[in-house]
């Protein structure tokens, strides 16, 4: 079993359209994660979670709103979103406070959300 | 402003052959860590290597190092021995320091694009 799951793989919404993304981690980490791919741009940092509190929200527009009901579990809802919203979605997980400085994120295979 | 850049978009190898991927990064603090990872076509990000700003020693992790060169800021990763299944995108990043926060922050470059030829 992967150290974190995502699902779904795939999401195919219209705008109107109300939808969630769910992350499970099985690693023992304490701090969570949600990524934007676009194309050709660089990783961006969505929001962050660490012992189940938003830490980081990364002007990230209301119409994407996370959930994290325990360390283990991270969602990302969404409603009225945008075609330029069709990206890749990666969640990532890591110890907690972050843990020594070489500890790696460790990522999902991520949801591939197209918004029509 | 960037924080890392990949100034490579596509490279080729020929399989069994070495390569080296690009990347620079800009920060004005002592304290940083550098991490390589690799994403085939699945979509997984999967962590190859790390180097800490301390690190005298350049990493190394089975056929991956690092080529660090603090100075230059410059963190390459060097892939000996290139196979089929090396394929994929390669992402250079950078770690802030902790900000006690109880979390960090990577930041991406865009990446480089690898593909491995038979």
């Known amino acids: 079993e992967t150290g974190v799951t995502q699902t779904p793989r795939h999401l195919v919404m219209g705008m109107t359209n109300k939808k969630s993304l769910k992350c499970e981690q099985h690693l023992g980490h304490n701090a969570m994660y949600w990524y934007k791919q676009s194309a050709k741009k660089p990783l961006e940092l969505m929001f962050v979670y660490n012992f189940k509190e938003q830490t980081e929200n990364n002007s990230v527009p209301s119409r994407f709103s996370p959930e994290c009901p325990n360390s283990s579990h991270l969602f990302l809802h969404l409603h009225t979103l945008q075609p330029e919203d069709s990206a890749l979605y990666l969640c990532?997980?890591?110890?907690?406070?972050?843990?020594?400085?070489?500890?790696?994120?460790?990522f999902g295979n991520g949801t591939r959300l197209t918004v029509t | 402003a960037q924080k890392i850049t990949q100034t490579q978009p596509g490279m080729f190898v020929q399989e069994k052959e070495a390569v080296t991927l690009d990347c620079t990064y800009d920060t004005s603090d002592q304290s940083y860590g550098l991490f390589w990872y690799k994403q085939p076509s699945s979509g997984e990000m999967i962590f190859l290597i790390y180097?800490?700003?301390?690190?005298?020693q350049n990493a190394t992790e089975g056929r991956y190092s690092l080529n660090f060169q603090k100075a230059r800021k410059s963190a390459n990763l060097v892939i000996s021995a290139s196979q089929l299944g090396d394929s994929a995108m390669y992402f250079c990043a950078m770690r802030e320091p902790y900000s006690g926060a109880g979390s960090y922050q990577l930041t991406f470059g865009k990446g480089t694009k690898l593909s491995v030829i038979p």
């Open positions: 990532a997980s890591s110890p907690q406070g972050g843990g020594a400085s070489n500890s790696p994120l460790h």
């Open positions: 180097q800490g700003s301390y690190d005298e």
